[in-house]
């Protein structure tokens, strides 16, 4: 366990405020804050999960999913224990809402960043990928793999909430080169009463990390009668390209019942393709279906003459091309190597 950062003392006693996410948790001592994993030892805030890993693998970039950002290639991926958001339909609730569903802290192996950053170089993979559970709650070993992989020439994504903070998001400025970023709803409400979260604190972290370099994707889970009306998803896909720019890739992708959210049926196929639909016409390039079989939904397509440039199934890639359209040779965004 070490000491965090992004902590101040809160009054006269040993009452700690953690500064590392939007909610700003006043954390009394021996206790946690809202994620379970940023606790206050006799007045310093310290983490569970600096070195902590729960989950540990080789994923294709694909399944991030990032579509333009080395596609075809294969990424170390970790993920620690504990999440910023309680969403009812997490589908990594095993790790991400264990500490604070159960108050039990099931350690995972300790790794730390120069194991990481060895290891992918070992496997010969040109990226790392924090995810499975939100990579705020795990900053500090976020940073440190950061230094290490700049060090080591490799990249580092993250899959990610949006829900950091403004100043530790900024302290990740050449630490971080990609990241796939959850835009679960356009409304307060949802992200409120269904998340635990806060739209505006993502909104404004998906336009500082546009503004910081890193290479976005956008994702949204669409769950039949909560977020799936042509009027959400197409303020969702107004955003993205009035913020964002039109060639940021959004991936629509179908729910299916888990956690906390077992009444509602999976999202039909029809449903997915239609929010492609919806995006494409708000002028976004680059929009995929996902957790469906549309292999079209899938396909990149250049934006200039429609030709096809990337196949995929599922997180496979096909047939590829070097970042230009192979009929036309207009570029395509992302970063292809
Ligand atoms: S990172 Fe955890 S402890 Fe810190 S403010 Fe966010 S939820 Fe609270």
Known sequence: MREALFWERAGDDLDVRC?????????????????????????????????????LALDPVEKKPLFHFLPGTATLSLGTLG?????????????????????????????????????????GVPSISCTYNEPTVF????????????EA??????????????????KLKGLVHAANVDLKSFSPDFYRNVCSGSLTSVLDNLVTMKEMGIWLEVTTLVIPGL??????????????????????PWHVSAF????????????DPATIHRACETGRAAGLEYVYG????????????????????????????????????????????????
């Open 290 to 337: 996902g957790n469906v079989a549309n292999r079209r939904d899938e396909f990149t397509f250049c934006p200039r003459c429609h030709a096809l440039c990337v196949q995929r199934v599922g997180f496979a890639v096909l047939s590829s091309c070097d970042g230009t359209c192979p009929s036309c040779g207009a570029p395509l965004a992302g970063v292809w190597r």
């Open 19 to 55: 500064t590392l996410c939007f909610h700003k948790c006043l954390v009394k001592p021996g206790k946690a804050g809202f994620c379970g994993v940023r606790v206050n030892r006799e007045g310093t805030l310290c983490t569970l999960v600096d070195d902590n890993v729960a989950s």
């Open 256 to 267: 299916f019942p888990c956690y906390q959210m077992l009444d509602r049926p999976r999202t």
């Open 153 to 170: 020439g490799l990249r580092v994504v993250l899959v990610t909430n949006g829900s950091m903070a403004r100043e530790p998001l900024l």
């Open 139 to 150: 900053y500090e070993l976020v940073r440190d793999i950061g230094e290490r992989a700049a």
């Open 227 to 248: 977020n799936d009306s042509d009027r959400e998803l197409g303020q969702i896909a107004a955003f993205i390209r009035n913020n964002l720019g039109s060639d940021t």
């Open 83 to 123: 999440c910023n958001f309680a969403c009812k339909f997490c589908q990594n609730s095993q790790i991400s809402r264990l500490p604070a569903d159960t108050g039990r802290f099931r350690k995972g192996t300790a790794v730390d960043a120069r194991s990481l950053v060895e290891l992918a170089l070992r496997k």
